[in-house]
């Protein structure tokens, strides 16, 4: 892998009391938001080879509208670890895709903007926030690991 993009589901209704987390749907305002976050990956050239991403219908939903908005046909590839993950998790679950050039994942804070840090910084204590629908691209300098990775480029709805 030489490129990943990390996308934070846009959006989210509120949680209802009681009820399931994994089930809230993106809000109005979050789909426009996921639209708006393939539409920029498509106006900057990024063509993920896979898609990974967390089972809760938020960013199954993320991840449709956007890939859609930026004209690709992938279809994503749920993985449980994703959710609630911690960077750790995350980057394990990236080692199994390293044989893809470039891979999307698509997950939930703070694994998300946790991971962004442990990449780039070398901690994962020094995250900056990721907003919903925020995406990051990074390179890849070599091998999946702390530091080892360059922002390539940050945007946010």
Do not use: K
């Amino acid at each position: 892998m030489h490129e990943l993009i990390l996308l934070r589901h846009a959006e989210a209704v509120p949680a209802a009391s009681g009820g399931d987390d994994r089930e809230r749907p993106l809000s109005q305002h979050g789909e426009q938001e996921a639209r708006a976050a393939g539409q920029w990956l498509a106006a900057h050239g990024a063509r993920p080879e896979r898609v990974l991403c967390s089972p809760a219908r938020r960013t199954r939903q993320t991840a449709d509208l956007a890939l859609a908005a930026a004209g690709n046909a992938l279809a994503a590839q749920l993985a449980d670890e994703i959710y609630d993950a911690t960077p750790g998790e995350l980057l394990a679950l990236l080692d199994q895709h390293g044989d893809a050039g470039t891979v999307m994942l698509v997950g939930h804070n703070p694994g998300i903007e946790r991971l962004v840090a442990l990449l780039v910084e070398g901690r994962s204590d020094e995250f900056r926030g990721m907003p919903p629908g925020g995406l990051a691209v990074l390179h890849l300098d070599g091998a999946l690991e702390p530091g080892n990775a360059r922002l390539d480029a940050f945007w946010s709805p």
